[in-house]
């Protein structure tokens, strides 16, 4: 068995969904848990203070972006990121892998590494996994992730078969290389396509190595909803139970909800950030968007139910006249998103350990979907999950009629 | 200190009593003046005008002479607004606004509905002064203007604005403080333009008056470009209406610093002491020095705002205003300039020490040079929002040892050596690339 630097104790279940407590070497979490995106070191327009005070727990920084700029080393210098950006509570790092495939064109996997392009002299690079690892050794997170063997969901054939095997050999190389166990939790991440078979090949692959935690990779990646909590679900089933479970690159907060009832416990997205800048707020009922000109004489909040800074404060005239525009408009917006998905982060929490669960499902879709037109794979989600939400959803079969006489 | 000295700082202290004008919303006191020359400290009172269900908000006491917070929109550029409280206060309770920033909406009638700036912003506690223009987003444009309005420059355009449709701004948005509109115009026009301004303006504020609202303290706006005649014709006429204090605009338009003193000094002359004055357009620290030496009581923080753009953080010593400041001649070299250096700058970039060793700003107790360097690297907001906190909280001292300096007599002496050390700085031949070519001095 390996060092491991985090204890996660469940506190409560709701069939398959868990509310857990999770001790990392920076902070005590609580999961379900959202980490907002800090690529370069920093949330896009929020102060750590202010991160705080919204209750975030844990930060995802890039190491594809903290390795060129300011350099890992640097931050091994100056006594680590958590230190860098003044942070006192967890931190995660991706392998750098991910972002070096859909950021760079000219990357290419091979059995050493990723090569690419250096994006500064135009050199070939490489980036192995034991490089990606000393990087993230040097950055010093409290969860640090393997680099895996990247593939699109959208693509089929024995290329997702390669790159699930490769994955499984990566992490061998991973765990060697991992110089501070003690101090840094290195996550595995289940690859394997929309493959069931594959994928639980990865699950069982990496459950024999006895690590820390785990990631479900290569969702998100415009596959269909169906698809995705079918992954998401045979994944959770066969992974340990005293693990977290991560899914990387998840996402909306209806996403976030399905995913928890499915049994998993930690989820990362740009998404509530980046739809700020172009003005757009996360409510019950699903996005608001404050440029629109219906907006321009709203005195309400963005979200009555809301108590965040911004919603006790300003209306959505006034941010109507900021977004997109000024600085402070996605500043404020930022603030309000974030809060929102870790509202939902706590509500989540607090309604498996209560109890509560199959209810707050209910409401959550009842303000999403007011007609019940509650989609069919998050009927079908639920239904593996053991949620009845038959209060706030119109009949599977009366759908289907909607859905034929309509189309 | 030499006697000598001693004697040409004697501080008259005018009773209070006498000195003191009281308005229904705002009072202000000349505390301190410096007999060798107009400079004063002062202490300004608001009552808040906005009442927040039944509760009197507090009043709000600022010592002059002081500096007010530039804003966009009626909040600072990049400075949450939940961090405002992390500046010293009093000092940081007064922002300024241009009316002209919500040309394109919100619409007078729903910030009414809101109930005004202070409800719009969600800053109770605070005290909001209106003036017309400000350097940054709303720039008066003089070819434009005509006898029946003012027309400024804005990033959504130009706007013609009627003294009408501003008094209905002012009604809508309730500031505690807000000046007349005026016709500012350029140092370059004509004498005939010139003159018309200054009738314009005097028009202006009479209709101004004649829609004034309850609350809110008028500040009158006090013109004549570069010509002593026509600067003190318009300060005499504004000193026989019925305003609060006042506002002198004209400075920063084309206008040289050198010659600033004579028109500053014209109408501060003429100007009743026991008001306060406000200016646009003196950001400099030696301006900020000029205008305060002409009696000045109000500046805005525009400097603050371009600082912050280009990555400057303010540095210069505010313990002992006369101690040698900085050993290390290299940093000084390659990035300051004795008030400031430029956190762009490769020197900083493992430099794990903070702006200004022992500064109780917000980003001095959080964050180093080295990741305030990378944040300006990388192009993240944060970096703005971290300097433009430090720069106020820095400002802010800046404004303390101004006030101390007269209070004690010494202001005379804190200026000349403040603008020599800052001079030898400037012009010293080692200075690096990346000062010369910036629009900040
Ligand atoms: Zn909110
Ligand atoms: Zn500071």
Redesign the interface.
């Known amino acids: 068995t390996h060092t491991m630097a985090l204890r996660f104790e469940v506190l409560g279940r709701f069939n398959r969904a868990r509310a857990a407590r999770l001790t990392l070497p920076h902070f005590l979490c609580e999961t379900p848990l959202f980490m907002p995106v800090g690529t ?3 949330i ?7 991160l705080e ?1 919204i209750g975030c727990q844990i930060i995802l920084g890039n190491t594809y ?1 903290l390795a060129l ?2 350099t890992s080393e ?1 931050i091994d ?3 680590g990121l958590h230190k ?3 942070w006192p509570r967890a931190l995660l790092t991706d392998s750098g892998g991910f972002q070096m495939v859909s950021l760079l064109h000219l990357a290419d996997i091979t059995e050493e590494g990723v090569t690419f392009q250096s994006p500064v002299d135009g050199k070939p690079m490489l980036l192995t996994p034991e490089e990606s690892i000393q990087i993230q050794n040097r950055i010093g997170a409290d969860i640090i992730m393997a680099l895996d063997d990247v593939v699109k969901t959208t693509i089929t054939g024995p290329r997702i078969e390669e790159a699930m095997y490769r994955t499984l050999r990566w992490i061998d190389r991973c765990i060697a290389a991992h110089k501070r166990p003690k101090e840094q939790n290195l996550f595995g991440i289940v690859q394997g396509g929309l493959d069931p078979v594959l994928r639980d090949i990865c699950v069982q692959g990496l459950v024999e190595r006895n690590l820390p935690g785990y990631a479900i990779g290569g969702l998100a990646g415009g596959e269909d909803k169906d698809s995705f909590w079918r992954v998401v679900a045979q994944c959770t089933a066969s992974l340990p139970e005293s693990k977290p479970r991560y899914v990387m690159g998840v996402g909306y907060p209806l996403d976030i909800v399905v995913c928890s009832a499915l049994g998993a416990d930690m989820y990362d997205c740009v998404y509530p950030t980046r739809t700020a800048r172009f003005g757009t707020a996360l409510v019950p009922e699903g996005v608001l968007k404050l440029k629109h000109q219906s907006m ?2 709203d ?1 309400r909040p963005i979200d009555s139910t809301c108590e965040c ?1 911004v919603c ?4 959505r ?2 941010l ?3 977004v997109t ?4 408009g ?3 917006l930022s ?1 309000h998103n974030l809060y929102y998905m870790l509202q939902l982060s706590r509500n989540l929490h607090s309604s498996i350990i209560e109890g509560t669960f199959p209810n707050f499902v209910c409401d959550f879709l009842k303000k999403m979907f007011p007609e019940g037109d509650v989609p069919e794979w998050v009927c079908n989600a639920m239904e593996v999950a053991g949620i009845d939400i038959s209060s706030c959803s119109t009949p599977l079969n009366s759908k289907l009629n909607i859905h034929t006489s309509s189309g | 200190m030499p006697p000598a000295e001693q004697r040409d700082n004697i501080i008259i202290n005018i009773n209070e009593a006498a000195a003191q004008t009281q308005f229904q919303n705002m009072k202000f006191a000349v505390k301190t003046w410096c007999k060798s020359g107009r400079a004063r400290v002062g202490l300004l009172q608001l009552k808040c005008t906005s009442l927040v269900q039944g509760a009197t908000s507090p009043e709000i006491e600022i010592e002059t002479p002081a500096l007010l917070l530039t804003t966009r929109k009626g909040l600072p550029a990049f400075i949450p607004p939940d961090h405002l409280s992390f500046l010293p206060s009093p000092d940081s309770r007064l922002l300024q606004f241009s009316p002209m920033h919500f040309m394109e909406g919100p619409n007078s009638k729903t910030i009414s509905d809101i109930g005004g700036v202070h409800q719009l912003l969600g800053l109770q506690g605070y005290g909001f002064v209106a003036v017309p223009r400000d350097s940054i987003l709303s720039l008066p444009e003089c070819s434009s203007s005509n006898k029946n309005g003012a027309s400024f420059e804005t990033p959504s355009g130009r706007f013609l604005v009627k003294p009408l449709e501003y008094m209905k701004m002012i009604s809508s948005m309730k500031p505690d403080l807000w000046v007349s509109l005026a016709d500012e115009v350029s140092a370059s026009v004509t004498v005939k333009r010139n003159k018309a301004s200054v009738d314009r303006t005097i028009t202006w504020l009479d209709h101004c008056i004649s829609l004034k609202p309850r609350d809110g303290a008028l500040f009158g706006s006090v013109v004549g470009g570069c010509s002593v005649e026509e600067r003190q014709r318009c300060a005499h006429e504004v000193a026989k209406r019925n305003v609060s204090g006042y506002y002198i605009g004209g400075f920063g338009l084309g206008d040289s610093i050198d010659e600033r003193s004579t028109f500053l000094h014209a109408v501060t002359d003429v100007l009743p002491k026991e008001k306060p004055r406000q200016v646009c357009g003196l950001g400099l620290p030696e301006e900020v020095l000029q205008g305060v030496a002409a009696g000045i009581d109000l500046f805005d923080s525009t400097y603050i705002y371009h600082l912050t753009l280009e990555g400057f953080a303010l540095i210069f010593p505010l313990n002992d205003k006369c101690k040698q400041y900085e050993s290390d001649t290299q940093l000084c070299s390659m990035a300051s300039d004795y008030t400031k250096i430029n956190l762009k700058a490769t020197v900083y970039r493992k430099d794990a020490s903070r702006i200004v060793e022992g500064c109780e700003c917000y980003t001095c107790q959080n964050h180093t040079k080295a990741y305030i360097n990378h944040l300006l690297n990388v192009h993240e907001m944060l970096a703005q929002i971290l300097l433009e906190i430090h720069n106020t909280h820095h400002y802010f001292s800046f404004f303390r040892l101004i006030r101390e300096a007269i209070t004690e007599g010494k202001f005379e002496e804190f200026r000349q050596k403040f603008i020599e050390r800052r001079r030898e700085h400037l012009l010293a031949p080692s200075l690096g690339a990346c000062e010369l070519q910036t629009s900040v001095r």
């Open positions: 370069q070191g920093t896009k327009g929020l102060t750590t203070h202010q005070e972006h700029r300011p640097l210098d100056l006594g860098f950006m003044n321009a004489d005195t800074m006790k404060n300003y209306t005239a006034y109507h006249c900021l525009k000024d600085a402070m996605s500043q404020l603030y």
